[in-house]
């Protein structure tokens, strides 16, 4: 592979990064899920020693090279008021002042011991964000942007992506989902005009954080690792106990999922309760803030909610690391009621980023990626691979209002990171699933020797036997890495014969995308060119009876060049229609949705 040597950082934060500076620019009940953070209280500023860090490798990836890069501070357009010295601008009392001292000369001693060990490279931040996973400023609305092609029709309204964008240099092990949310919006105007903007999402932890002028919060993948990780979360939560922070009104980043529903852009991590974000007329986002659905949701809600694009109906899951019951299921009316509970019973805390829906049935992944507190208490990450326990799906009626009569279904040892679509076979007692089956298992999130595959499998459960199949959807001599991508959603959770998924090579970079015929395996690409990549692509469908034709909308960034832009591209042809130049760089992100221009003339403000 050619090595792209092009700087791709436009911040100013420099190595070493194990000391803070400031960077800088609503609350509702607290979640009653646990998450490892979900214990402490608030924080101060301190002055810390400024130790080298020891470099392993890359963001599990043998087989690409990251250019390591000044790590640029991102500021914060708006409020431009805030005072240069937070501290200033604080008021607490002798007790406060003395205590926070105190805390932050033990967490500078604690720094300092850290730094005489070598970070792994799923934790090192001169791996994690390096190059164009490096964050960047917030950006006001520019208009008018420059477009090559034609824009369709079709596409009036506005795209926005999520993603992971630390507002502060990490003073510590980092892990790429750590990093605070932020959105990045393209709009798509009826008068042919196209406008950019991005910005944080104003979660309560980036607020805490930006007040006390450095990062606080511990970070669940990069930090919480044996003794020190434990340290980290006693500092945390005595800082909690002085009134310095406050984690009752949420640790969540809001950087992974987008969905619009009921009205309301919500940005999620499984972390926390969503975050309300609307879209200005002007193009310009806004947090609005935490969204506990008119109080009726006490706990984390997961990334990838699942909308029925039948009855409008909301589905969703959340799950709890520390106690039981470690996953409950719920879904929301069109017009917002949220149903019961239902605790689903699992025997240990599983990791669940994503799950499927059909007509009548939701499928849960009880799979062999856990939580394991013992193992990152010896010095491991809180999430491992459990060789000893067996994969297995739930079906559970979609309106069941308990579990007794949810069918487990086990299957060999398979680990999908994402589900693209499931349906019921007609004339069959079968559901078909689709998704990428990683391994290793927990590479992501562990250090491995081994080269990361995702492989585009299909797996079959059947109802009336308890059985399973599983099978590679792609021949061996085509095989190629996917994640991250989508079936059209007007059929989710339906028959469906293509998906659109990223070709997730060199790992963890995207350089291109590729449209799977799900039923006959046949695969056609589209290549974004040399040295240049982008992350998820998004089919935006015409609403016309043929399931393909749309269009797939992904950022994309030229690392020789320092450029991003928006490709569209027609998804029957597979050829570009059009591209828009942006005014500055994207970083590689998570996910994203569209919101027609229609559903945002009516959207909850």
Aim: with cysteine.
């Amino acid at each position: 592979m050619a090595t792209c040597t092009s700087a791709t950082n436009s911040s100013t934060w420099g190595l070493p990064p194990r000391f803070s500076r400031s960077l800088s620019s609503s609350s509702s009940s607290s979640s009653s899920s646990s998450s490892f953070l979900d214990m402490g209280l608030p924080i101060n500023t301190v002055s810390t020693r400024k130790p080298t860090l020891k470099i392993q490798s890359a963001l599990h990836s043998p087989s690409i090279d990251f250019p390591i890069q000044p790590y640029q501070r991102p500021t914060i357009t708006k409020n431009p008021s805030i005072e240069q010295n937070p501290k200033k601008s604080l008021q607490w009392n002798f007790l406060q002042r003395a205590a926070s001292i105190t805390l932050d000369m033990m967490e500078g001693a604690l720094l300092s011991r850290e730094a005489q060990h070598p970070l792994p490279k799923t934790a090192d931040p001169r791996v994690q964000i390096a190059g164009n996973f490096a964050p960047v400023p917030e950006q006001s609305v520019k208009h008018n942007l420059p477009v090559s092609g034609s824009i369709p029709d079709c596409i009036r309204g506005v795209y926005v992506r999520n993603g992971a964008n630390p507002l502060f240099e990490p003073v510590a092990g980092h892990h790429l989902f750590d990093g605070d949310g932020m959105v990045h919006a393209v709009t798509f105007n009826d008068d042919g005009s196209v406008s950019y903007a991005c910005r944080f999402t104003e979660t309560q932890r980036l607020v805490q954080e930006r007040k006390l002028g450095r990062p606080v919060f511990p970070k669940a993948i990069g930090e919480l690792h044996g003794h020190s990780g434990i340290a980290r979360l006693a500092l945390f939560y005595a800082r909690g106990l002085f009134g310095l922070v406050d984690h009752s009104k949420g640790t969540g980043v809001a950087n992974a999922g987008l969905v619009y529903f009921n009205g309301r852009l919500l940005a999620m991590s499984e972390d926390d309760l969503p975050y309300h974000v609307s879209v200005t007329p002007s193009g310009d986002l806004a947090t609005v803030g935490r969204y506990n659905f008119d109080d009726q949701l006490h706990s984390t809600m997961i990334a990838h909610p699942k909308l029925d694009p039948e009855t409008g109906e909301l589905f969703a899951l959340s799950y709890d690391v520390v106690q039981k019951p470690y996953l409950k299921y719920f879904r929301f009316s069109p017009d917002g009621k949220k149903s019961p509970d239902v605790e689903i019973p699992l025997n240990v805390p599983t990791m669940i980023h994503d799950f499927a829906i059909t007509q009548n049935y939701v499928l849960i992944p009880d799979q062999q990626v856990i939580f394991n507190l013992k193992q990152m208490i010896s010095g491991g990450s809180p999430v491992t691979f459990d060789n000893s326990k067996k994969s297995r799906f739930g079906i559970l009626p979609k309106h069941a209002l308990n579990s007794d009569d949810i069918i487990w279904v086990e299957l060999p040892d398979t680990f999908c990171f994402h589900l693209w679509n499931a349906w019921e076979e007609p004339g069959t007692e079968e559901i078909r699933i689709f998704g990428s089956g990683m391994s290793p298992p927990d590479s992501i999130f562990n250090e491995s020797e081994e080269d990361l595959e995702s492989v585009l499998m299909e797996i079959r459960l059947n109802l009336r036997t308890g059985k399973s199949t599983c099978r590679h959807v792609i021949d061996g001599e085509e095989h190629v890495n996917l994640e991250v991508g989508m079936v059209n959603k007007n059929l989710l959770g339906r028959k469906t014969q293509f998906a659109y998924l990223a070709i997730a090579e060199p790992w963890p970079k995207v350089s291109g995308f590729a449209k799977v015929d799900l039923l006959s395996g046949s695969v056609e690409k589209f290549v974004y060119g040399d040295c240049r990549y982008g992350g998820e692509p998004y089919f935006i469908s015409t609403e016309s009876e043929r399931e393909d034709d749309g269009y797939i909308v992904a950022f994309v960034h030229d690392e020789k060049k320092e450029e991003s832009e928006l490709l569209i591209v027609n998804a029957v042809s597979m050829t570009l229609e059009a591209s828009v130049k942006l005014p500055s760089r994207v970083p590689y992100g998570f996910h994203g949705t569209f919101i027609t221009s229609e559903d945002l003339a009516v959207q909850e403000l």
